[in-house]
């Protein structure tokens, strides 16, 4: 079968490739070690995240995007090639059409540049759709009704939230707080704490195992391993789940701000829907445990977690992908 459509969820912590018929396909981190001996690619995704924090002074292990956008237009391009390149090996002779997402408030100036990426990365013709569109399509939130729906989804470099009706935008809000700022607050509480040096990776770890939005009567724990910022010296130390919130505190407020400015925004009528119907949290971000619970509380909106909620918008291009001729009208800007 020629592979002739591939749709990507270009993220900041990571990148996922979707072929329609086939599911998800690829799912790694967006990282790419570039040695600067030669300004050559040596390794993407899974391999380059290993290098992080272990490289020589001649290689330099980066995340080629901050915040969801290109901060780097070579490696991005370099980065999308490997990506495309490796579920389409094999035929050369179809160009494939690729569906990308993007932050809800990207510039003109920055939807240009991942356009120009994908074509030049091996893309026939590329098209980019705002990540709450895809996102709520991957739901199975029902956007061309004339209904209000919201869609938050928190990725590793923003958190995007958005009204949806009528398959449009009504009001929307792009915060730079994600999975990523939850790490480095992690990060930065251990170190003010306990005077422990971690890495992103550690506070990932931590945040997946014990982590919480909201503070448990029952705390978990977790070991963790650093450097003693005193000594020097490796050191172990016990942290509860409920410092893992308390760590987390600004971040979660930034998030809770960005629903809260998008409802000021939003119309009354459709405000009224999403009283009915609830909000849907989805993206990587959806995973921390109590969130839903958290927003519900201080909103005082129903707030539920999307099925597979890390899959939402790349499953949202596959379905984006297999409406193509509509999509094309409504939501994407291509080349």
Same mark, same amino acid.
């Given at each position: 079968?020629?592979?002739?459509? *591939?749709? /990507?969820?270009? &993220? #900041?912590?990571?990148?996922? =490739?979707?072929?329609? !018929?086939?599911? $998800? ?126 869609? *938050?989804? /928190?990725?590793? &470099? #923003?958190?995007?939230?958005? =009204?949806?009706?009528? !398959?449009?935008? $009504? ?165």
């Amino acid at each position: 079968m020629l592979l002739k459509k *591939i749709g /990507i969820d270009l &993220g #900041t912590a990571n990148t996922l =490739v979707f072929i329609p !018929g086939k599911g $998800v396909v690829i799912n790694e981190p967006s990282v790419v070690a570039v040695s600067l001996l030669d300004n050559k690619v040596l390794a993407v995704g899974n391999e380059a995240k290993e290098m992080l924090g272990r490289t020589p002074d001649t290689i330099v292990a980066t995340k080629p995007l901050k915040d969801g956008v290109i901060a780097d237009y070579r490696v991005t391009e370099a980065m999308l090639k490997y990506f495309i390149g490796k579920v389409s090996s094999r035929i050369r002779l179809v160009r494939p059409e690729v569906m990308i997402s993007v932050p809800a408030g990207i510039t003109s100036t920055e939807k240009r540049a991942v356009i120009d990426a994908a074509v030049k990365a091996g893309a026939k013709a590329a098209f980019v759709v705002k990540e709450p569109i895809l996102a709520a399509i991957g739901a199975e939130i029902p956007i061309q009704n004339p209904q209000g729906s919201m869609i *938050i989804d /928190i990725g590793g &470099g #923003t958190s995007e939230v958005a =009204v949806i009706s009528l !398959g449009g935008i $009504v009001s929307a809000h792009s915060a730079r707080v994600g999975g990523n700022k939850f790490d480095y607050a992690i990060v930065n509480y251990i170190k003010r704490k306990h005077g422990l040096a971690i890495g992103d990776t550690t506070a990932e770890k931590i945040k997946i195992k014990i982590g919480s939005a909201i503070a448990q009567v029952k705390e978990e724990y977790m070991d963790v391993k650093g450097r003693d910022l005193s000594g020097r010296l490796p050191k172990v130390i016990k942290i509860s789940s409920n410092e893992v919130t308390e760590a987390l505190q600004d971040e979660l407020r930034d998030v809770i701000n960005a629903i809260k400015k998008v409802l000021q925004e939003t119309p009354p009528e459709l405000a009224a829907d999403i009283m009915d119907k609830g909000m849907i949290l989805s993206g990587g971000g959806a995973l921390l445990k109590h969130l839903d619970k958290l927003i519900a509380k201080t909103i005082d909106v129903p707030c539920y977690v999307a099925d597979d909620p890390l899959f939402c918008v790349v499953k949202g291009t596959g379905k984006a992908l297999d409406n193509l001729d509509i999509y094309k009208k409504t939501l994407a800007n291509s080349k």
